[in-house]
């Protein structure tokens, strides 16, 4: 058998744009796949991550890892932090620290962990724990690709902390089978949140303030 008569594994991506009710650009969304036949499996396992802080914030805002993922917390900063979560997905808590003090931390069930900070009220992040490989990011632009899918069908998924739980877009069956890139377009059709931008506590994420 020659080499090169080898199949190629059949993948494709997905690409997503986000939007808002008056049609703008959302940054910084998850969007993951969550695949609907097991042949659409194949990954390597999840990569460790790593939830920074620094200036007094979460860096990144929004992580998103799959389940069984472990993540690092360290604290670059010159102020000692105290980390904690009271999220059902994963409680637990990072006693005052500076460096990189407490081991990883092992990410096994799906959902939304919220993340806080005993001495910086106006710390705030989020890490959303997914049950598939194939996760990413919104940019600026609302725009993400999922790359190189395999060949199946998909449950596309969207998520922010900006959006009540049920404001949040339907998920999107989609079928990747023949080598072309799928689009799809998320709406928000309730009135967003506004991003958390402020590191120093003027406005921390809470709906009674909005
Ligand atoms: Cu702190």
Redesign the pocket.
């Known amino acids: 058998m020659l080499l090169g008569a080898l199949p190629a594994l059949a993948c494709a991506d997905i690409a997503v744009t986000v939007l808002d009710a008056d049609g703008a650009p959302v940054g910084d969304v998850a969007v993951y796949a969550v695949p609907r036949t097991t042949a659409a499996t194949g990954s390597a396992g999840p990569a460790a991550a790593v939830m920074d802080?620094a200036d007094?914030a979460f860096v990144p805002h929004l992580l998103v890892v799959e389940a069984g993922t472990y993540i690092e917390f360290p604290n670059n900063d010159t102020?000692?932090?105290?980390?904690y979560s009271f999220s059902d997905a994963k409680r637990f808590e990072l006693p005052l620290y500076k460096g990189n003090l407490h081991p990883p931390l092992r990410f096994d069930t799906p959902g939304v962990v919220v993340l806080g900070?005993?001495?910086?009220d106006g710390?705030l992040g989020y890490i959303l724990v997914v049950d598939t490989p194939w996760f990413t990011v919104t940019n600026a632009a609302g725009e993400a690709r999922l790359p190189a899918l395999p060949d199946g069908d998909y449950a596309v998924h969207v998520w922010t902390p900006r959006a009540r739980a049920g404001d949040l877009p339907r998920p999107r069956q989609t079928n990747v089978s023949d080598g072309s890139a799928r689009e799809l377009r998320f709406r928000f059709e309730g009135k967003l949140m506004p991003a958390h931008e402020d590191r120093h506590g003027r406005s921390t994420l809470t709906w009674d303030r909005y």
């Open positions: 802080q007094s102020v000692s932090h105290h980390v900070c005993n001495i910086h710390m």
